[in-house]
């Protein structure tokens, strides 16, 4: 598999990670046939990229503790493109012998979160994502590796990011041998104008099909920036399905931006996204079966999408 | 009073609608005292436009019966720019014999929505423009004239509308004696793209100060469009705090864009508003004890401003 194949240039591409991103702080979580349920009928509706766990340890993160099992369901099934999170040398052997399509490393954009989050500086993560492309290819595996440079848009700790900080890190991980690289707006910093300038420099420095958004809620901007990432050339974007994740350290804040949401919003931006949203929307069902006391996020499940709105026809209004 | 004078060209301008079209639907509504404290305490944490009512017959529309007595209050104390709803003949001549600083006219981009909500034809609502400016002119007010273009992104009785039907409509409001000019989204079909389109084509048009985006978030775009529109020129913008509002034919539907999300979006896209966002949520407190059965909306208010952004120094995030 190339990021030729995985990820359209032509088109935007959107992944859904609740069943990462968005279980990465709950306290109870699906149950593997409850997550098959959720892939399924999200890939029914037309959804095709998904970040389905983490190779942590088990006794660290009980809720990806049946990513093997999730993994070898969901591939050999279907053309769902998987993503999945490695952490460490032992989280990236492992992945290595599963049949995921994406393995996710992460890289702080500032020294201080880096240390704090993953204890190791970030020079240390860019040789992880060298040791990633090192085994994939001595173990002749296909997948794609890409890089998530959490608080490129600001840190809770220390402060302000420069972009050309950001765009260094970036290129430092497409050297050591990623094949995609992704802005986190990680605790919800951002605003448009921010987005808009990363991305287009981004943009710039890799090309459309080679850089992802990855958007938090918490202060009401995430559709917003997402509109703002789309302007700069943006073409893959991340978002959880009603909006599941959240902050222990910021009561109230919400998680990932809302996936529904962020396609309708790239509907009406006439990117064709082929998922269809009330099938969608109805996936919400599951979601909330599976954790009924999880708070869902969204306006397009709560007003419904335009009932005169003709597709077919680019997005325009129909005449009643 | 001129729009020079009332509306910045130089900033941008946000205005408060939700102790008018906020109220539109509503069942129970604040006393006149209550919306003195809401008005007040909004203007001391920065606010300083608002739309504040209807000169509508009171069996009417029983929650802007206190339209002059609030108007008396407003104006005698203070530098607050209130702006009233006039629907018909009547209507204006009763607000050119208050203080009222801006008439609000509305005019249907469409003839069906016209003949619907005000059973006059588009043609009549531009005449009572011309009207309001005639008696203007007699009665030596110094009042401004806004018209609100409802439905100017798609209508839910005529379907599509074109951008090009917006602007001569907007044309004809300004040669019959407007001085302003609004774009309003009436029931949430616009998405940034159109909104940005149809600012830029207006801002070419008619310049920054004299045209207003008037948004509600219906589908979850509301700060996403507002964003575009800064972005195409428009320095003035509608909000209610909270999203007060709603439509009886849309279950779940909110109201305007929040208005305290506004204020943040516009604070990181650089535009400084001189509103103190947190004094401005407390605000809210207010709102739910007069209206306790209202559910408010918005993200920052949920969320708090990051408390690491330093605004002297145009919004940056400040070492800890």
């Known amino acids: 598999m190339s990021t030729t194949t995985a990820y359209r240039a032509d088109g935007v591409t959107l992944r859904e990670v609740a069943l990462r991103d968005g279980l990465q702080l709950v306290k109870a979580w699906p149950t593997t046939s409850q997550k098959l349920e959720w892939l399924v009928r999200e890939h029914s509706a037309g959804v095709t990229h998904f970040e389905v766990g983490s190779f942590l ?3 660290r993160a009980p809720q990806f503790a049946d990513i093997r099992e999730l993994l070898s369901c969901v591939t050999s099934a ?15 052997d492992e992945a290595l012998t599963t049949q995921v399509s994406e393995i996710a490393c992460v890289v702080s954009a500032t020294e201080a979160h880096s240390h704090a989050n993953i204890r190791r500086s970030r020079d240390q993560s860019i040789e ?25 848009f600001g840190c809770s700790i220390a402060g302000p990011v420069q972009p050309a ?15 995609l690289v992704g ?13 808009y300038e990363l991305s287009a420099a981004l943009h710039a420095l890799v090309g459309s099909g080679r850089f992802v958004v990855h958007l938090h809620d918490t202060r009401g901007l995430g559709i917003a920036n997402a509109s703002a990432a789309l302007d700069a050339g943006c073409r893959v974007l991340d978002g ?9 350290f910021a009561p109230g804040a919400t998680g990932n931006v809302v996936f529904e949401d962020l396609v309708y919003l790239c509907e009406t931006k006439g990117f064709r996204t082929g998922i269809d ?35 077919a026809a680019g997005g325009e209004l129909r005449r009643q």
Chains 1, 2 share one sequence.
């Open 240 to 248: 959880s399905l009603g909006g599941l994740g959240g902050c222990p």
């Open 57 to 59: 340890p088990a006794n």
């Open 128 to 152: 992880l994502v060298r040791y990633a492309a090192k085994r994939r290819l001595e173990s002749n595996h296909g997948a794609l590796i890409s890089v998530g440079i959490a608080m490129s």
């Open 277 to 311: 949203i009330d099938a969608l929307i109805d996936v919400r069902r599951t979601q909330l079966e599976a954790m009924p006391e999880e708070r869902l996020y969204g306006a397009i499940a709560r007003s419904g999408v335009p009932k005169n709105i003709d597709w």
């Open 165 to 179: 900080e950001v765009l260094k890190i970036a290129e430092a991980c497409l050297s050591a041998g990623a094949d």
């Open 78 to 92: 279907s053309a769902i493109h998987t993503s999945a999170l490695a952490m460490n040398e032992r989280g990236i």
């Open 183 to 195: 802005i986190a707006d990680t605790v919800g910093f951002a605003g448009p104008n921010q987005v």
